[in-house]
């Protein structure tokens, strides 16, 4: 297991000695990031999800423009 080594001036961060990576540790912190990637996610799939109704719209439309067409 890895050693950390405080950094000075912050205590939410460490650095861990064997990878040289410096970590936060803070866990609130990590959990609200993890619900703004949910909500980002969920906003990003709803985002496609309107966008494929609306080009669905526009070729429900185009069709019945042709069908008026036609009829006439």
């Given at each position: 297991?890895?050693?950390?080594?405080?950094?000075?001036?912050n205590e939410d961060l460490?650095?861990?000695?064997?990878?040289?990576?410096?970590?936060?540790?803070?866990?609130?912190?990590?959990?609200?990031?993890?619900?703004?990637?949910?909500?980002t996610n969920q906003i990003?799939?709803?985002?496609?999800?309107?966008?494929?109704?609306?080009?669905?719209?526009?070729?429900m439309k185009n069709m019945?423009?042709?069908?008026?067409?036609?009829?006439?």
């Amino acid at each position: 297991m890895s050693d950390f080594i405080s950094i000075n001036n912050n205590e939410d961060l460490v650095r861990d000695s064997h990878s040289k990576a410096i970590l936060n540790t803070n866990k609130d912190a990590l959990d609200a990031w993890k619900k703004r990637k949910v909500k980002t996610n969920q906003i990003e799939t709803h985002e496609l999800e309107i966008n494929n109704i609306r080009n669905e719209l526009d070729e429900m439309k185009n069709m019945l423009k042709e069908i008026i067409q036609r009829i006439k």
